[in-house]
């Protein structure tokens, strides 16, 4: 089956447009035209700018016929989360009280997008104020898993996922502050890179109080595409430094000559893998026989304290939460968000001053452990989630079921706790919905997750030409 203009991926788009093969209108128009026939019943953008797009592919392509020198995303179209500054559009997060939050100028991310040529063709939705694995909303309302409409898109970057997967831009911007990328990217069916904190600058100038605590040290800007080879050309072009983020990191993207074999790979099916999935234990032996086949020395081994490391995320973030900022959000976020809020913190200890900075000791600790840990094994491959996407609005039913589903994502959990690289990549599809494996790596090493995502890509195959053929009725 041909591939169609809307599902190349942007390594190719760039290309085509650089050699005058096809143009950057042609491939913002195809996009736009996904966004016109599938977003009505899917939802994933919710501030469309056709006419914007189109103007700024026209003037890429002038560009193009000059012969000058261009970015590379030149001509390419992509999505923008609504939680990020861009100037023109407003900076929602899902909430109806930001819907008129207009920002005057681009998040360094998103600048950084843009001069590397990416035409910004809409931006996506997200659950309010970010904040579950499902993506729903007030203002915006429900986005749409193409896969199983009963299932969710995953959160928050959910409507990225699900543009990315049906074509409506190449790539598609997200944020993952404990799974946010990754999660979205396993429920679609695509591949979702979580760099390292520190790896991309992040800032919104339309907030007026910084940032929590929690959020500094873990939450990170990043990129979804249907191709690993994607995510490396978009990670390339959002790792820019700006003065703004006094956190950016100008760590290098390439490792010539590192000691490091690459091909050392720590697999860890849970600390109970009879309780894990069935399929995400399978889509872990496939993944794990690909990179064997391909000379990866794979063994079993268990990361130091996964469980610990995954409920101290929850215990930090969730006190990080309470007080002014769970008040805030309760008040003009939405009920969905209301209830993940109480049932959340609900079920976690409030820590006192001398409890908070022995919980920071004990995340530098582990942290070491970790780092150890990375210097025996390139990588560690884990599931994206102990379970597969759940049914809709599962979260938010009763407490029980909301701890139950951040327990499932425990794998997500300690990536974002560290600051590491992690990786979603899809492996399949069962019963209907897609598979993936989660590949993450020390500090500022996303070249040993980009090149174990690419083997075991290049293995499995991508899985959205199957999403792609039910639609066409192939």
Not at 154 to 180: F, K, L, P
Not at 278 to 301: H, K, T
Request: glycine content about 8%; overall charge negative.
């Amino acid at each position: 089956m041909t591939t169609p203009l809307f599902l190349w991926s942007a390594t190719r788009m760039a290309g085509a447009i650089r050699a005058g093969e096809v143009s950057a209108r042609e491939c913002v128009q195809a996009a736009l035209s996904r966004v016109e026939s599938l977003n009505p019943g899917l939802n994933a953008v919710v501030q469309f700018m056709a006419e914007d797009a189109l103007r700024q592919a026209d003037d890429a392509d002038r560009v193009a016929r000059s012969g000058s020198e261009v970015g590379p995303l030149h001509g390419v179209p992509i999505t923008i989360k609504v939680n990020v500054d861009q100037k023109g559009y407003a900076t929602t997060n899902g909430v109806v009280a930001l819907r008129d939050a207009v920002a005057r100028e681009d998040s360094p991310q998103v600048a950084s997008l843009k001069a590397a040529g990416a035409i910004v063709i809409g931006r996506t939705n997200t659950p309010a104020f970010s904040m579950r694995w499902f993506t729903d909303n007030a203002l915006h309302g429900r986005t749409v898993n193409p896969w199983n409409s009963a299932a969710t898109p995953g959160g928050s970057s959910g409507g990225a996922g699900v543009a990315v997967a049906t074509g409506m831009g190449a790539i598609g911007h997200g944020n993952d502050y404990g799974g946010s990328i990754r999660y979205p990217a396993y429920c679609c069916g695509v591949a979702g890179l979580r760099p390292s904190a520190g790896r991309v600058a992040a800032y919104n100038p339309s907030s007026s109080v910084e940032r929590s605590l929690t959020s500094q040290m873990m939450s990170v800007q990043g990129p979804l595409a249907r191709c690993v080879a994607d995510l490396r050309l978009a990670l390339q072009a959002m790792a820019r430094p700006d003065p703004r983020d006094p956190g950016y990191v100008p760590a290098p993207l390439d490792h010539v000559g590192s000691v490091r074999s690459g091909k050392r790979v720590a697999v860890f099916r849970g600390t109970d893998p009879g309780a894990t999935d069935p399929a995400s234990l399978a889509a872990l032996d496939r993944a794990a026989a690909a990179l064997s086949e391909e000379g990866y020395i794979i063994e079993d081994a268990a990361p130091p304290h996964f469980d610990d490391s995954a409920a101290l995320w929850a215990a930090l973030v969730f006190n990080d939460l309470s007080g002014a900022a769970f008040e805030k959000m309760s008040e003009l976020g939405d009920d969905a968000l209301r209830r993940t809020l109480a049932y959340s913190v609900g079920v976690t200890k409030t820590l006192d001053r001398e409890a908070w900075a022995a919980c920071f000791a004990r995340r530098l600790t582990l942290a070491r452990e970790w780092s150890l840990f990375f210097n025996a094994h390139d990588v560690l491959l884990t599931p994206v989630s102990f379970a597969p996407p759940f049914p809709v609005d599962l979260d938010v039913r009763s407490q029980e079921d909301c701890v139950a589903t951040l327990r499932d994502q425990a794998p997500l959990l300690p990536a974002a706790l560290f600051g590491l690289p992690a990786l979603s990549v899809p492996t399949g599809v069962v019963d209907g919905l897609p598979t993936g494996v989660q590949i993450t790596a020390d500090r500022f090493r996303e070249d040993l997750c980009l090149m174990a995502g690419e083997t075991i890509e290049r293995a499995v195959g991508p899985v959205w030409p199957e999403l792609y053929a039910r639609e066409a009725g192939v």
